[in-house]
Structures are given as C-alpha cells and as structure tokens.
C-alpha cells in the first residue's frame, strides 16, 4: 500500500496480505480485495486503510446497500462528511495539518457559522462564534480555537509549544523530537510526585518547591534524550524511505535502546526499553490505519446513547397502538 502523492501529504500505510496462491517474493498485482467475490471493490482498502472485518460478496458490504452521503453534504458530520463510515472529523488527531489552521478549516465548515455567515457578514476580527461541528451534546459548543480536541484542557496544553503532527511524519524531525520531550514533560509531573511519595517517603509537609524541580530535572533526562531521539529517528527514517509505515518503528526502537543502554551502562534495560517501544509503536501506528483512526467514530444520532437520542426514544415510546391515552 503506497504513501501519500506528490500533490498530498505522506498518510500511514501497511503491507496487505498477499493472496495465499502468490509465491513468496512475488509481487500481487491482482485484485486487491482477493479474499471477495470477483470484481469487488473495497472501499476501505482502497483509501489505503484497514478494517477488522472484511467482506467477501457486496451484500456483506454496508458500502453497497447503505451508501454513505457525498463528502460535504452530511449535516451532523464534521466537514460534511458521512458520520458512519468517516472518522470523527472534529477531532484532529494525527492529521498532518497545523493546529490553527485546522481549527480555521473546521470553523468554516461548520453549520453554525455558514448559516449565520448566510445573513450577516462576519468581520475578520470577529474573535469566533461558538460551534458544534459534530452536533454533539452542549457541551461542545464552545469556541472555534478550542475545537479539535476531546477535553476542554487538551486544547490548552496543545497551544503549547511544538505539535508532532502539524507536519507529516517525513517533515521537520528536530519539532518532533521536542514535541515528544514536551509530551513526555507534562507526563513526568505525575510520576515525579509518585518518586517523593513511594520511593523516597516524604509526606506532603516536607516538600518545597526546590526539592519537587530538583527531583523532577534528574527524572527528565533519560526520558527527553530518548523521547527525542525517537522523534527525530522516526521523522529521518519515513523521510528516506518516503514511508509512514510499522518499519520505522524499527529504527525508533533502536534509537530509544541506545540512548537507555549508553544512559544507563546497562544493554539489559536497554533491549527491553527498544522491545517496548517497539511494541507500543507498532500497536499506535495499526491504531491509526484503521478506518475510524485514532479519532475513532463520531456517535451517530441513530445509535442509543445515554443521553438518549432518536432510537432510544422510539424504543422506550414502543408502538402507536401501545401508547397509553390516559395517564390517570
């Protein structure tokens, strides 16, 4: 399965399959969807993602007997997108956009601002009307420079400092590289606490704020040297293959073993720091080339949710012929 084009940013890939028949070694250049009916058309392979069910005959396939509405036109989809068979476009996730301009681009597409934009003209230093993109509960109805993220405090700890995924995986590795020791700086916090408290039994009232910086700086070392070799390693790797798939994960893994083996003296702690993060890679990168993404699926509003939508008040109204005519 190819990378991006030379017109599109390079996306996360994986090797499908090859057919059973096809000797080892041998390209497959037959259908691509080999264990189905002849002539079928995967939809979700095509776009070069994966799925953990695959259809053999077009009957099996909700492609086919419930086609998905053309992009743009879908009311309750973010970016007017099919909420049924796109990943939850309110949420950036791993696309390879910067953060702003993201938000700029859900803004604009959103429900809210094109039908007041119908009658009013927004002026550009208008600081942004509340939107829903996903018509999801109240809650989500909140400025357009907070969107793009499932908590309110994520998009505030984002504004800071680089973002790995503002730019493919095969640009800017140094922004990687910080943007893991930022990540892995905010994570630290919890686990210096967690040092005072188990490891060197200090009881709340003996700790100063010289002592919890002191701790944390000596904890940070290790994990920012290897956080950023990771990140730089991953982005150099993908950039000379042009690639976004599991193998460079290979050379990350390695980066991180060496810099805990040189840190540490020690190639034990070193091979099961590169096996781990191998295997927490690989397990992250399948996560992003499923259909749904790291995103995952918008709830559709034909689904029975707590808050209680469409289906689930049918359901609990029952039939007409059962619905009670006196409540006396």
Not at 294 to 301: A, D, E, F, T, V
Request: proline share 8%.
């Amino acid at each position: 399965m190819g990378g991006g084009g030379n017109d599109e940013p390079l996306r996360p890939t994986y090797n499908l399959l090859s057919a059973p028949w096809v000797r080892y070694g041998k390209k497959y250049t037959g259908q691509t969807a080999w264990w189905a009916e002849p002539n079928f058309k995967d939809v979700t392979v095509d776009k070069k993602q994966n799925r953990l069910e695959y259809f053999r005959f077009k009957e099996e396939d909700p492609y086919w007997y419930d086609p998905p509405v053309k992009d743009g036109t879908s009311i309750p989809g973010a970016l007017g997108k099919d909420t049924k068979y796109n990943r939850n476009d309110a949420i950036k996730g791993d696309t390879p956009i910067p953060l702003k301009e993201w938000q700029e681009k859900l803004y604009k597409g959103s429900t809210q601002y094109k039908e007041i934009a119908k009658k009013w003209d927004i002026s550009p230093e208008h600081p942004g009307i509340p939107i829903n993109p996903g018509y999801e509960p109240n809650w989500a109805n909140r400025s357009p420079w907070s969107q793009g993220h499932t908590t309110r405090i994520g998009w505030k700890l984002g504004l800071w400092g680089p973002r790995f995924f503002d730019k493919p995986l095969n640009e800017d590795p140094i922004t990687k590289g910080l943007a893991v020791c930022k990540y892995a700086a905010f994570l630290m916090v919890p686990i210096t606490v967690s040092d005072l408290v188990a490891y060197q039994g200090l009881g709340y009232k003996d700790w100063t704020l010289r002592l919890f910086l002191a701790r944390y700086a000596r904890n940070c070392a290790l994990p920012f040297a290897a956080g950023f070799a990771w990140g730089v390693t991953m982005c150099t790797a993908s950039n000379i293959r042009n690639k976004d798939d599991v193998y460079n994960h290979l050379f990350g893994s390695f980066a991180v073993g060496a810099v805990v083996t040189a840190a540490l003296d020690n190639f034990p702690k070193g091979s099961w720091a590169a096996v781990c993060t191998l295997v927490l890679g690989v397990g992250w990168h399948y996560a992003r080339i499923l259909e749904h993404g790291l995103q995952g699926r918008k709830l559709i509003h034909a689904s029975s949710i707590h808050y209680g939508p469409t289906a689930a008040h049918d359901w609990l109204q029952g039939p007409e012929s059962e619905k009670p005519r006196k409540w006396w």
